[in-house]
Nanobody, 114 residues
Framework: VQLQASGGGLVQPGGSLRLSCAAS????????MGWHRQAPGKQRELVAG???????NYADSVKGRFTISRDNANNTLYLQMNSLKPEDTALYSC?????????WGKGTQVTVSS
């Protein structure tokens, strides 16, 4: 299984970005998928997750600003990020859980700065 994340970049505070994670197989193969991030000197944290049924969960720090979604026809996971803050700066990675395996894609850098 291959996961390819893209869409990161430099954005000003208050701006928006949409991250994409293209999977090499049907998203229905996975029990769940998610976006994680890791800032320099900090532990990796779960940002948002979505399961096969479409149920979602978010870190408290991004609730109301980020939205995770899936395009099953194109095997792509998205993370819409609005009202970005400097503290959202991190390397964002997607993962997929297909019991008992967890697959990770390479990250995409998001930098929020004026």
């Amino acid at each position: 299984v291959q996961l390819q994340a893209s869409g990161g970049g430099l954005v000003q505070p208050g701006g928006s970005l949409r991250l994409s994670c293209a999977a090499s197989k049907s998203l229905f193969s996975f029990n769940s998928m998610g976006w994680h991030r890791q800032a320099p000197g900090k532990q990796r944290e779960l940002v948002a997750g979505i399961n096969r049924s479409g149920n979602t969960n978010y870190a408290d720090s991004v609730k109301g600003r980020f939205t995770i979604s899936r395009d099953n026809a194109n095997n792509t996971l998205y993370l819409q990020m609005n009202s970005l803050k400097p503290e959202d700066t991190a390397l964002y990675s997607c993962n997929a859980f297909q019991q008992p395996e967890i697959y990770w894609g390479k990250g995409t850098q998001v930098t929020v700065s004026s």
